[in-house]
């Protein structure tokens, strides 16, 4: 099993950006995949950017795409999203998540809020 850690939320400006990090310890070498998700009030879960563990490919949700960008660093074992151009419609909790060998569903950290004014 592994634990994830977020932090790097905050409030900003439309326009603005954050960058999020998300640590992660225990059975790292299980992981195949790491995604980040937000989910606003009332709003279901979106995924929003994601990375194969190995080789570093990305895929980022429409709505995130040019503006956000996801990168890891194995040797600290931490993901991080770099948002860029910010709009009120970033506002939600940022989750990260990680895929592992032989697990039947992803690990998730405890969130971190990412509040966006006009």
């Known amino acids: 099993q592994v634990q994830l850690e977020e932090s790097g939320g905050g409030s900003v400006q439309a326009g603005g950006s954050l960058r999020l990090s998300c640590v992660v310890s225990?059975?790292?070498?299980?992981?195949?995949?790491m995604s980040w998700h937000r989910q606003a009030p009332g709003k279901e879960r979106e995924r929003v950017a994601w990375i194969v563990r190995n080789v570093g490919n990305t895929e980022y949700a429409t709505s995130v795409k040019g503006r956000f960008i996801v990168s890891q660093d194995k040797a600290k074992n931490t993901l991080y999203l770099q948002m860029n151009s910010l709009k009120p419609d970033d506002t939600a909790m940022y989750y990260c998540?990680?895929?592992?060998?032989?697990?039947?569903?992803?690990?998730w950290g405890q969130g971190t809020q990412v509040t966006v004014s006009t």
């Open positions: 998540a990680a895929d592992l060998i032989g697990a039947p569903f992803p690990y």
């Open positions: 225990g059975d790292t070498y299980r992981i195949t995949f």
